[in-house]
């Protein structure tokens, strides 16, 4: 699970968008010399938009398990920041864990969205090489976790609901995050979790990278972006592990059973979210609509159930995660 | 998190001599299992199979194991080598257990406890399904018959044969946990060695009262992934029970000797009895048992005390 310090894949996963950039590139070119000249090419274009849909969505729908990982660690793919600077209309950051320190690997604040007020959480992984050093590519020490639950609990005082977006690779492996209790402050935010008497919503938009994700993941609806991953371990790891190679990362990612489709088939997540065409670092602002709509439907739907029954349906569903056979 | 960074391990191996892990010497094998696989030189607490810890826990003949026919599904098909349907006969057959983890009820020193213990032999003590459900319905009992908890972890992390299933019994443990508090229960968690990964991210660091074993790695993060991701040498002593009582984030380390003895003090305390009690011998009716319980707890104890300090 804190395989943070992965090397990047042997294998190239998105050597499958090659012809998809490709088809791209050219209409972007025919764009510009509609443009520039006088040419009618509109017939050109148009035909060629034709085929990169039809592309995408054939090349999409067979992705394998790695290439959906290298989708959900694409460098355009919408992060947490994204969301707050597009999807919200007011956003009020609040920082630290009031014990040991500020971890800029998790952001959390209030958040207003469509008339709706509620605690947004979320991993950040920064855009910049001096943010993602400063985020530590979204790997949260302890002080991260403990802050989340620290405004969790706000927001349970102030009677808000709570959205989580979960991208990160593991929590963060490290002296000062064993030092001060890593494993406990995810463990405290899991059985906190548990007992906070307002709605609580999980997206996995990009990594759910095993008990990092889970430290912010408890919630009455846990939604999963299309090409989003939500793993044990990361398939690097568990290949180095079970394989003895990092260079099985593909078979691992096969193995572990860890996209969208296959948490939702095995019950750990309520819902798939579709991403655009192509995936959502070609259209993050259609991706960032479509979880919107999430939010906002789910959030309606939750605030019937009374703070009791949250709490005890929260409960039951995890409850029923992994059920054995033989008494 | 994941289990099989310790599952190279050796068990014992079957001579009449063993080899300390710690300070490398020689072990008269049939001595240090009667001293519960303490090495008599140092003091160093190996890990101690299930079986042994139950009988070393739970006075003579009250321990009633439950649910043991629970067997996990292998929901993946997962496969790496050897499919995990093939590796889970293979390594009951080995063991004579059907999973990570035995759980029932006891008394301790006459104190009535559910008690849930892991057992490192069975693939690593990683948690799965069944580990999972053992810890949720050990908890659910706590609740419904109004006994204190007491669960020994030792883990390498959660079961990747399992993916993400194995990842929400870290979920499913700690809701159970958090039920068992709000009926105001009780519970204890002792990490021996090693407790790391995911069972150290749930269920064993949330109960109210954390223990540790002398020189027990208990950790999130693997030592080596820890030095891969800094690329620096590890401090000495990093992770190991001490470290972890020193940083604030154990209660109390105590020797295997002793272990009993603590255990019903503590259980004293959150079931109103008189922890006096507890440290005033009681005979054992060894009767199943191989390895018996310490009879002299006083002088196991200035070895244990030794022990640690050498640790
Ligand atoms: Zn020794």
Redesign the pocket.
Same mark, same amino acid.
């Given at each position: 699970m804190t395989e943070a310090s992965a090397k990047p894949a042997a294998t190239d996963g998105l050597a499958f968008e090659r012809p998809l950039l490709e088809l791209e590139q050219k209409i972007q070119e025919l764009r510009k010399l509609a443009s520039g000249t006088h040419l009618e090419l509109a017939g050109e274009i148009q035909g060629l938009e034709d085929r990169l849909r039809r592309q995408a969505a054939e090349v999409y729908a067979q992705l394998s398990a790695w290439e959906r990982v290298n989708v959900a660690r694409h460098a355009a793919r919408p992060l947490t920041q994204d969301y707050i600077e597009q999807m919200l209309d007011d956003f009020v950051e609040l920082q630290g864990d009031r014990v040991f320190g500020e971890d800029r690997a998790i952001v959390t604040g209030l958040a207003t969205m469509a008339g709706v007020r509620f605690l947004l959480v979320g991993h950040r992984k920064g855009k910049t090489l001096k943010d993602k050093l400063a985020c530590n590519f979204g790997c949260a020490h302890p002080e991260g976790y403990r802050k989340a639950l620290q405004k969790m609990r706000l927001a349970a005082k102030m009677k808000l609901p709570i959205v989580t977006f979960i991208n990160t690779p593991g929590a963060y492996p490290g002296i000062g995050a064993e030092e001060r209790g890593q494993a406990a402050a995810i463990a405290t935010n899991i059985l906190e979790m548990f007992n906070l008497p307002v709605p609580i919503l999980c997206i996995v938009i990009g990594e759910g990278g095993s008990g990092g994700a889970l430290g912010i993941g408890v919630g009455d609806r846990v939604g999963m972006l299309e090409n989003s991953y939500y793993s044990v371990i990361t398939p690097e790891g568990c290949a180095a592990i079970l394989w003895k190679s990092g260079d099985k990362a593909p078979d691992a990612a096969e193995a572990l059973k860890l996209t969208s489709k296959d948490l939702l088939r095995l019950g750990l997540v309520d819902k798939v979210i579709e991403e655009p065409l192509g995936g959502a670092h070609r259209d993050p602002k259609g991706a960032i609509e479509r979880v919107k709509a999430q939010i906002l439907e789910w959030l309606h739907d939750l605030g019937k159930l009374t703070p009791d029954q949250l709490v005890e349906q929260r409960f039951e569903k995890f409850r029923r995660m992994g059920v054995p056979v033989g008494g | 998190m994941a289990w099989t960074r310790f599952g190279k391990k050796k068990d014992m191996p079957g001579g009449l001599w063993i080899k300390?892990e710690?300070?490398g010497?020689m072990l008269f094998r049939k001595e240090f299992e009667q001293k519960h696989r303490i $090495?008599g030189? $140092?003091g160093?607490h190996f890990t101690l199979p299930g079986r042994e810890r139950v009988a070393l826990t739970a006075d003579a003949g009250t321990f009633e194991e439950m649910w043991k026919e629970l067997q996990p599904v292998d929901r993946l098909g997962f496969n790496d080598r050897v499919p995990y349907a093939e590796k889970l006969k293979q390594t009951q057959a080995k063991t004579s257990e059907t999973e990570a983890m035995i759980a029932g009820t006891c008394t301790v020193k006459g104190i009535p406890c559910a008690l849930g213990v892991m057992n490192f032999s069975f693939l690593g003590g990683s948690m799965g399904m069944v580990v999972g459900e053992k810890v949720a319905r050990s908890a659910e009992l706590a609740v419904e018959k109004g006994l204190p908890l007491v669960l020994f972890a030792c883990s390498g992390g959660a079961r990747m044969h399992e993916g993400a299933i194995s990842l929400m019994q870290m979920a499913k443990t700690c809701g159970a946990l958090s039920r068992l508090n709000r009926v105001g229960g009780f519970s204890i968690s002792v990490m021996t060695h090693p407790t790391t990964g995911g069972v150290t991210a749930s269920f064993a660091s949330v109960c109210d009262i954390l223990l540790a074993e002398p020189g027990a790695l208990i950790g999130f993060a693997g030592p080596r992934v820890i030095a891969t991701t800094i690329k620096k040498e590890l401090p000495k002593g990093f992770q190991r029970a001490e470290f972890l009582l020193e940083k604030g984030q154990i209660d109390r380390i105590v020797p295997r000797a002793s272990m009993r003895d603590e255990m019903a003090r503590l259980l004293a305390y959150a079931t109103g009895r008189d922890p006096v009690a507890a440290f005033k011998p009681q005979p054992q009716p060894a009767a199943e048992l191989e390895v018996a319980v310490a009879a002299e707890p006083a002088a196991d104890k200035k070895k244990a005390k030794k022990g640690k300090k050498d640790a």
């Open positions: - | 300390c710690s300070c010497a $090495c030189t $140092c160093y």
